[in-house]
């Protein structure tokens, strides 16, 4: 595949031109890869920005990273089991303001054209039911594609919130050895996620392979619990909509409890079940990592020997 020469540029591996550039025949580095003949620039007062709106790759981060360090969330479960669909669902209901409550306003994405990729499957349009999202592909990536949404906080300051979307089939090599070479984008997840949503999906969970699906949670249940050392992680059922024997969720909850009794469980579904709304289950949960904070750091306090701070930690 072509690659452009320049040293922080991953085009055209669909992400962003680093010089901005949205049409890649217009910019100068990238004429050395085509050999095509770069367009003199136009009249209009053009101003070129270094992000497209897809999805993040970890160089474009910096964006976002550059004032604080962001919050990373990471959806970690089996393939098909309704992960992306997550996403989507909470894209679409921020865009009808029901996401968040006014105390935590929408502020800014620098990956909008990345979010309506992952849920335009769901929307209803003309003559076309909605359907779900295609199928995570997982490439030769070494990391997730990074979704951003901002939010602004109740003292004003800015949250900023980065969500990996990655394909099943990672985690599925990871569960079963946590040193395979193609899972390597799943090693960056544990490394990074502040939070995690470990996925029950109660459709594999009720279906005919419903042993296997199991014992492929149990593992992956166990790496992800390990892995997550005291960062925040939380039990999310998908597919809400069907059902499970209560046996099979006692085993499910137990092979999370077995190393940490107090995770937090959420129920989620496109379709409503009876009186409840769909979007009931995924505000609650958006509603949890909205409100992650980072660990603070505690400083000793000191006893300060003289009034001038410089020598606050002199000999008396
Ligand atoms: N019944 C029901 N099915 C759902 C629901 N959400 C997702 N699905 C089904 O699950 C399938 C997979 O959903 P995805 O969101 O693509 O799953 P994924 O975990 O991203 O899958 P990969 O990208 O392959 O890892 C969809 O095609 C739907 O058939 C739900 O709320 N209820
Ligand atoms: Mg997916």
Same mark, same amino acid.
Not at 40 to 59: K, R, T
Not at 149 to 165: I, M, P, V, Y
Not at 287 to 298: E, F, G, P, Q, S
């Given at each position: 595949?072509?690659?452009?020469? /320049?040293?922080?540029?991953f085009? %055209? @591996?669909?992400?962003?031109?680093?010089?901005?550039?949205?049409?890649?025949?217009?910019?100068?580095?990238?004429?050395?890869?085509?050999?095509?003949?770069? &367009?003199?620039?136009?009249?209009?007062?053009?101003?070129?920005?270094? !992000?497209?709106?897809?999805a993040m790759g970890e160089s474009d981060l910096?964006? $976002?990273s550059?004032?604080?360090k962001p919050?990373t969330v990471c959806i970690v479960?089996?393939?098909?089991?309704?992960k992306?669909?997550?996403?989507? $669902?909470?894209?679409?209901?921020?865009?009808?303001?029901?996401?968040?409550?006014?105390?935590?306003?929408?502020?800014?994405? *620098?990956?909008?054209?990345? !979010?309506?990729?992952?849920?335009?499957?769901?929307? !209803?349009?003309?003559?076309?039911?909605?359907?779900?999202?295609? /199928?995570t592909?997982s490439g030769a990536a070494r990391a997730p594609g990074m979704l951003?949404?901002?939010?602004? +906080?109740? @003292?004003?300051?800015? +949250? @900023?919130?980065l969500f990996a979307d990655a394909p099943g089939e990672w985690f599925?090599k990871w569960a079963?050895n946590e040193q395979a070479p193609d899972a390597e984008g799943a090693r960056w997840i544990a490394r990074h996620a502040d939070v995690t949503?470990?996925?029950? %999906?109660?459709?594999?969970?009720?279906?005919?392979?419903?042993?296997?699906?199991?014992?492929?949670?149990?593992?992956?249940?166990?790496r992800a619990?390990?892995e997550a050392r005291?960062r925040?992680?939380?039990?999310? !059922?998908?597919?809400?909509?069907? %059902?499970?024997?209560?046996?099979?969720?006692?085993?499910?909850? =137990?092979? $999370?409890?077995?190393?940490?009794?107090?995770? &937090? #469980?959420?129920?989620?579904?496109? *379709?409503?079940?009876?009186?409840? @709304?769909?979007?009931?289950?995924?505000? #609650?949960?958006?509603?949890?990592?909205?409100?992650? =904070?980072?660990? $603070?750091?505690?400083?000793?306090?000191? #006893?300060?020997?003289? /009034?001038?701070?410089?020598?606050?930690?002199?000999?008396?």
């Amino acid at each position: 595949m072509d690659r452009c020469p /320049h040293p922080n540029c991953f085009a %055209d @591996d669909n992400t962003t031109c680093s010089l901005g550039h949205i049409r890649l025949d217009m910019c100068p580095e990238w004429k050395h890869v085509s050999n095509s003949v770069v &367009p003199p620039p136009s009249d209009s007062d053009q101003m070129l920005l270094p !992000w497209n709106g897809l999805a993040m790759g970890e160089s474009d981060l910096n964006f $976002v990273s550059g004032k604080v360090k962001p919050i990373t969330v990471c959806i970690v479960g089996p393939e098909s089991s309704g992960k992306t669909t997550i996403l989507g $669902v909470f894209y679409l209901l921020l865009g009808r303001g029901a996401l968040t409550t006014n105390a935590n306003p929408f502020s800014n994405s *620098y990956t909008l054209a990345g !979010w309506e990729a992952v849920a335009t499957c769901l929307r !209803w349009k003309p003559g076309q039911p909605p359907r779900f999202p295609p /199928h995570t592909p997982s490439g030769a990536a070494r990391a997730p594609g990074m979704l951003h949404l901002g939010f602004r +906080r109740e @003292d004003g300051s800015l +949250r @900023d919130l980065l969500f990996a979307d990655a394909p099943g089939e990672w985690f599925q090599k990871w569960a079963i050895n946590e040193q395979a070479p193609d899972a390597e984008g799943a090693r960056w997840i544990a490394r990074h996620a502040d939070v995690t949503l470990l996925i029950a %999906d109660r459709q594999a969970l009720a279906s005919s392979k419903m042993g296997t699906a199991r014992n492929d949670f149990q593992l992956l249940a166990q790496r992800a619990v390990a892995e997550a050392r005291g960062r925040r992680l939380a039990l999310v !059922w998908t597919k809400g909509d069907v %059902d499970v024997a209560p046996a099979m969720e006692t085993q499910i909850r =137990k092979a $999370v409890a077995s190393v940490s009794s107090s995770v &937090p #469980e959420f129920t989620v579904s496109v *379709y409503s079940r009876g009186e409840v @709304d769909a979007a009931h289950g995924f505000r #609650e949960l958006f509603a949890w990592i909205l409100c992650t =904070k980072r660990a $603070v750091v505690d400083l000793p306090t000191t #006893e300060a020997s003289a /009034h001038d701070p410089l020598f606050r930690f002199g000999r008396r």
